[in-house]
């Protein structure tokens, strides 16, 4: 006897739809440059993982056996949170290197003020006549 599928059919063409469709969107935001590739690497990297183990129920049942975990809807939240720490670890790798990208323009932009502000007086003492 073989074993009853994790998926109903029905189901499974719908969460591929919705993968498919979620992959779809990712790669457009890439082509139109409101997301850049490294910060879309994780999302495209699990989301082909996931429509791989929503195609293939067999090879998320043969990664669960391996695992040691015996029943494969468990196999399926694990690797559903997997999923969102992977993103949400890149999101917030993303986030830092924002956070110190912005901080050193902040610095370089208060010198060059003070520098400005700096060669203003110091024109300014001079007067406009002189060199």
Avoid at 3 to 30: D, E, G, N, T, Y
Avoid at 89 to 109: D, V
Wanted: aromatic content about 4%; overall charge positive; hydrophobic content about 55%.
């Amino acid at each position: 006897m073989s074993p009853a599928p994790i998926l109903p059919p029905s189901l499974q063409l719908l969460a591929l739809a919705v993968l498919v469709s979620f992959l779809a969107w990712v790669v457009r935001l890439l082509r139109t440059h409101r997301l850049s590739v490294r910060d879309s690497l994780a999302w495209l990297l699990t989301t082909l993982a996931a429509i791989a183990a929503t195609a293939f129920p067999s090879l998320l049942v043969g990664v669960a056996q391996l695992v040691g975990i015996h029943v494969p809807s468990n196999a399926v939240f694990a690797a559903g949170l997997v999923y969102v720490a992977v993103n949400t670890l890149s999101l917030t790798i993303s986030g830092s290197s924002t956070a110190a990208a912005t901080r050193r323009l902040t610095q370089e932009c208060a010198l060059l003020r003070a520098e400005v502000a700096r060669l203003s007086a110091r024109v300014e003492r001079r007067g406009p006549d002189e060199p």
